[in-house]
């Protein structure tokens, strides 16, 4: 079991929103404001979409966004796109001890 | 851009060894800290450890699985990141990653070499 919850699966139709939700504790995702989120198409490396709960490195349309409320970060896609299908993980800071955590992932199907 | 390669991986017994390897350009490797990410089969990614950059110190940390057989290791003169993996396990199967880690977030990855532990 993943250290970070995430829906094993989301989808959503071309031009509509969808939400992954990634749940911790207060031990990471409630405790620090480093929660990540990276897209991944099996085979590939995984690519950054968001850091820092809610900022978008350039290069990454900003259709994608990132908010945190508690111990839940979210990653919201509008527009989505038939190239949004992919896997996405979130990751989270966790203190010194246990340095880093990942969530389970969430595969987006876009119908 | 930074390119990162992983090689290494393959088919290894039960308590046996393997190294993998990460070589990397595009970017200015010395003054980078690296870490290494894995999936099993089926699952989520899991965080294996880092490595400083040297002028940062150079040291390492691990998570706690693979704390005392694996060991992360840099040679700036190669551009290249190491994995040594000793007394491997079963559940130490899946996908390895090398990534380059600047500050709070993982900025680039490699795609990845599958280990396959299994007698």
Redesign the interface.
């Known amino acids: 079991q993943s250290a970070l919850t995430q829906p094993r699966s989301v989808s959503g139709s071309p031009g509509q929103s969808v939400t992954i939700s990634c749940t911790g504790t207060s031990s990471d995702v409630g405790g620090y404001n480093y929660v990540s989120w990276y897209q991944h198409y099996p085979g590939k490396a995984p690519k950054l979409m968001i850091y820092d709960v809610t900022k978008r490195p350039s290069g990454v349309p900003d259709r994608f966004s990132g908010s945190k409320s508690g111990n839940t970060a979210s990653l919201t896609i509008s527009g989505l796109q038939a190239e949004d299908e992919a896997d996405y993980y979130c990751c989270s800071y966790a203190g010194s001890y246990t340095s880093w955590v990942f969530g389970g992932g969430t595969k987006l199907t876009v119908l | 851009e930074a390119q990162?390669v992983e090689s290494g991986g393959g088919l290894v017994k039960p308590g046996g060894s393997l190294r993998l390897s990460c070589a990397a350009s595009g970017f200015t490797f010395s003054n980078a800290w690296m870490?290494w990410?894995r999936q099993a089969p089926g699952?989520?990614?899991?965080?294996v450890g880092?490595i400083q950059s040297k002028t940062d110190g150079g040291a390492t940390?691990y998570?706690?699985p693979v704390k005392g057989r694996f060991t992360i290791s840099r040679d700036d003169s190669k551009n290249t990141l190491y994995l040594q993996m000793d007394s491997l396990k079963a559940e130490d199967t899946g996908v390895y990653?090398c990534?380059t880690r600047i500050g709070?977030?993982?900025?680039?990855?490699?795609?990845?070499t599958l280990v396959t532990v299994s007698s």
């Open positions: 990162l870490s990410v699952k989520g990614l899991e965080w880092r940390d998570a706690a990653y990534a709070s977030y993982y900025g680039s990855w490699g795609q990845g």
